[in-house]
């Protein structure tokens, strides 16, 4: 199973349990799936941000844990919630996607030799 699909079922548990407690951790996982969705959407539609993205996303991961800190003590708890949320689902479901998709790339782009290649070649 890929890193990214397993993930995704923790991070589907996760709000599903959000759901059956509900009240404020509900609101606060709406906003942080809402959150997430734009940033997911914001990314996948801009080619150089997508590119950078998925070469730092473990340097993304971070900066949204120091954002989540910093804004525990700026903003208040419900903007922290919704960051927070935001934050696992980024790490769980799509910086996998984003990785596994660049070593796929990465592997169709590689020069392929053959047997060929290395005997011509001295």
């Known amino acids: 199973m890929k890193s990214s699909t397993k993930g995704g079922l923790i991070f589907l548990s996760i ?15 709406f906003f942080g799936i809402i959150t997430l969705a734009g940033f997911i959407v914001l ?6 941000l997508k590119w950078f993205i998925t070469r730092t996303s473990k340097i993304v991961d971070v900066i949204i844990f120091m954002f989540t800190i910093i804004a525990t003590a700026s903003f208040g708890l419900n903007i922290t919630a919704g960051l927070t949320v935001a934050g696992i689902g980024y790490t769980l479901m799509y910086a996998p996607y984003l990785r596994e998709q660049y070593k796929s790339e ?4 590689a020069p392929r030799q053959n047997y060929r290649s290395k005997f011509n070649a001295r």
């Open 106 to 109: 990465a592997k169709a782009l």
């Open 43 to 48: 990314v996948e539609s801009i080619k150089p």
């Open 15 to 29: 709000v599903v349990l959000a759901f059956l407690i509900g009240s404020y951790i509900l609101t606060a996982t």
